[in-house]
């Protein structure tokens, strides 16, 4: 398989994916088509945009059987571009266990042309003790190595075999469970189960989940299962999922749930419609309440399709101007789960991989989580390595002029301290040589410093350990600190200056001060 990367910011890529029956754009909302009552038409899906669709090889094993073998799936659902089949992971996690084995369905996926294909696994959903989760890890393994060695010799095609992930919130058996299929030669990976935990809105579990899988393979294109929520997508595509499915737009609209940007509603509890979609200009709210039950199912599940695409295309978007963290960040606010689950960005190191070391636009710091931020992490470690002969140090508030050498403040220092090192600080990205001070994103940042309150250091532990850092490589006689808002509250918290250094305060006289 070929996976051609274009772009990326976080872990979120926009690249290609090469499949027998063409190529499709990633990242990709793939709609989940049934086999034999497909309600939605096909060709609506191709115009809005859908490049790829996902269908289950168990149900049209069970409605053709051989038909499907002689007609292959394309035809079976009338669609001529890139098809991923389910093996019926699913209907095991539902129903308990299915009659085919696992190379029999691995065959009847190959016989019907299907071109991204998931060996039959033993999901393990979430909430299972450890004991039960292993052992269907291990089974889910067994049946892909098993569909390995079989389409090992049979698969003319060149069709794409995805790896089930599995192991649920027990992230050491999701760990264990990627390495082993990516050591088989899997060339995509599946991250399974999460169904359970998105109806849930554990979404930090499932970032948790996410992360495992991603930092333990890198490189290769990723699919979620069952994620066709507007608030996960961002959320999954940051932390490195490609691909995903759902057929949360029919399922949704049965139950009369509306989507919008941050979230679902009751239809018949709306006031207004403000999705601008064709769907919804065409009429108010009661008299899409009013619609006969079956038309209204259609045109309620057409606008769920509308909305999804646009969360994917606004995502994309995104990725193009550098701007997925401000983007996720502004998402995490629709609900106190995805919060919780941004919050836990902090932790993920793999985000730095993917986001440029430049980007065309200046990046927003506007609260406490943005110091961590890749951009801010990264700039922070080069700071961190800068050492000095001179013996005097100044420490300047960050201006609004950057690079800070460029500023007025500093040719005004420079000229009455030309012996000694003048250091700009931010609270987001700590202490800033002026010689190095042209380093993205040190002059390619904003802050809104009069609205969020910088007093508590304990708000800011970036800031005080890059400070810390840069006083103990470096060895001054003499610290001079002119303190703004933000660091005067750090000195009084805490007790990092060993020496008494000189405190001026920030103000339109600090120059007759010092």
Same mark, same amino acid.
């Given at each position: ?41 096909? @060709? ?19 409605? &053709? ?28 996690? @539902? ?34 003790? &450890? ?149 919804? /200009? ?213 007790? /990092? ?18």
């Amino acid at each position: 398989m070929l996976f051609e990367v274009r772009y990326s910011d976080l872990a979120g890529r926009i690249g290609k994916i090469k499949t027998p029956s063409g190529t499709f754009e990633t990242p990709a909302f793939i709609p989940v088509i049934h086999p034999v009552s497909q309600s939605i038409d096909i @060709e609506f899906l191709k115009k809005l945009g859908f490049e790829a669709v996902i269908t289950n090889a168990y149900i049209t094993l069970k409605q &053709y059987g051989d038909v499907a073998r002689e007609r292959g799936i394309h035809k079976i659902i009338n669609f001529d571009g890139p098809i991923m089949t389910d093996s019926g992971g699913y209907q095991v996690l @539902e129903y308990g266990s299915i009659e085919p084995e696992p190379s029999y369905i691995a065959q009847f996926e190959n016989d019907i042309q299907s071109d991204i294909c998931v060996p039959l696994d033993k999901p393990t959903g979430y909430g299972l003790s &450890y004991e039960v989760a292993e052992r269907y890890v291990n089974e889910t393994m067994k049946n892909s190595q098993e569909t390995l060695n079989l389409i090992k010799s049979n698969n003319n095609r060149n069709s794409v075999w995805v790896g089930p992930v599995q192991g649920a919130e027990h992230l050491d058996l999701v760990k264990r469970s990627a390495g082993l299929l990516d050591e088989m030669g899997y060339e995509m990976m599946a991250l399974g189960s999460p169904v359970q935990l998105l109806e849930s809105y554990e979404f930090a579990i499932l970032a948790d989940m996410i992360a495992t899988l991603k930092t333990t393979v890198m490189s290769k294109p990723i699919h979620l299962f069952g994620a066709g929520h507007p608030l996960t997508i961002p959320l999954a595509i940051a932390l490195g999922c490609d691909t995903f499915d759902s057929a949360s737009y029919m399922l949704y609209a049965r139950d009369s749930r509306y989507m919008h940007p941050n979230g679902t509603s009751r239809l018949d509890k709306l006031t207004y419609l403000s999705c601008q979609c064709p769907i919804c /200009i065409s009429m108010t709210v009661k008299e899409f309440v009013g619609l006969e039950h079956n038309e209204k199912i259609d045109k309620l599940a057409k606008h769920n399709l509308y909305v999804l695409r646009s969360e994917v295309l606004s995502v994309k978007q995104a990725i193009m101007e550098g701007r997925l963290w401000e983007y996720v960040g502004q998402k995490a606010r629709a609900h106190p789960k995805l919060m919780e689950a941004f919050k836990l960005f902090v932790n993920y190191k793999h985000l730095e991989d993917g986001t440029p070391m430049f980007k065309k636009k200046a990046i927003f710091f506007m609260e406490s989580i943005d110091q961590y931020r890749p951009e801010a992490c990264r700039v922070r470690k080069i700071f961190s390595s800068f050492s000095t002969d001179k013996k005097k140090i100044i420490l300047f508030p960050d201006t609004q002029v950057s690079p800070f050498y460029c500023s007025h403040e500093y040719q005004k220092l420079s000229s009455k301290f030309s012996d000694s090192q003048i250091c700009a600080y931010n609270p987001f990205i700590g202490i800033i040589p002026s010689e190095i001070s042209d380093i993205y994103p040190a002059a390619h940042n904003l802050i809104s410093r009069k609205k969020f309150d910088f007093n508590n250091a304990k708000d800011y532990p970036t800031f005080v350990s890059s400070l810390e850092n840069f006083l103990s490589r470096n060895f001054f006689d003499d610290v001079i600190v002119v303190a703004d808002d933000f660091m005067q509250g750090i000195i009084q918290d805490i007790h /990092i200056l060993s020496k008494n250094p000189k405190i001026i305060e920030y103000n339109d006289n600090v120059f007759e001060q010092l």
